[in-house]
Every structure is written in C-alpha cells, then in structure tokens.
C-alpha cells in the first residue's frame, strides 16, 4: 500500500517532470537508486544531463540549506556518477537542481533551481 506521503511526493515529482518536458527536456529516469542514494529526476536536454531532486513542503518558509545538506548533496552526487557510468554518459555536462514545491495552498506552486549546488571531486 502507498502511504499519503509517498503519494505526494510522486504527485510533486511529477509536477515537476510535466514542467521539465514542457521546457524541451526529455525524462530519462525517476527514483533512480543505488545502496548509496537515490535521485528524484533525471533529465536531458541535448548535452545536459541533470539530476533534480524534488522537496515538498506546507510552509514557504524553505532554507534550501537545511533541505540539502552536504551529506545528502554526496549522496545524490555518488548515484549521479553511478548512472553516467552506466549509461555511459561521459561526454555530457552535469548540473545538479533542487525543486522546492509549496503545498498548502490550492494549487502547487514550485520554486525551480537550476545549479542548486556544486560537487567537487
């Protein structure tokens, strides 16, 4: 059984995905997972190759620095090179983005940012 949460979390994902696709991006992959991180999103669009990862919440008072911390920003960076070794996608650039969706009005409202953050090997 899907809980209310998970629910949600797709719902937003895929409100996402809708707003990617419209802007010329294609999905590639959802809830991409390895032992050591997940990923919400992935997405290319000719060279670029980004790896979004979708928060929810029912305040708009978001710090995106509490919400992805440098642990979670390794982890999503670690699934990100498992995934461009598997597809062999080397010869792509990279951008980490963060979409925050605020859920407590009636309709959805998403704050998208590109380069959310930065891994550096």
Do not use: W
């Not at 949600?8 to 992959?29: P, S």
């Not at 440098?70 to 080397?90: C, D, F, G, L, M």
């Amino acid at each position: 059984m899907i809980t209310k949460q998970k629910a949600l979390g797709n719902r937003g994902e895929k409100l996402v995905a809708d707003k990617l696709e419209k802007q010329g991006f294609t999905i590639l992959a959802r809830n991409y997972r390895k032992q050591f991180g997940e990923i919400d999103l992935i997405a290319s669009n000719k060279d670029l190759l980004i790896f979004v990862e979708v928060k929810l919440r029912s305040s708009n008072n978001i710090d995106l620095a509490e919400l992805i911390v440098p642990v979670k920003q390794r982890r999503i960076s670690a699934a990100a090179k498992a995934y461009i070794a598997e597809k062999n996608y080397t010869n792509k650039f990279c951008r980490f983005d963060v979409a925050l969706i605020y859920t407590a009005a009636d309709t959805p409202c998403i704050t998208y940012i590109a380069n959310a953050f930065y891994v550096c090997d």
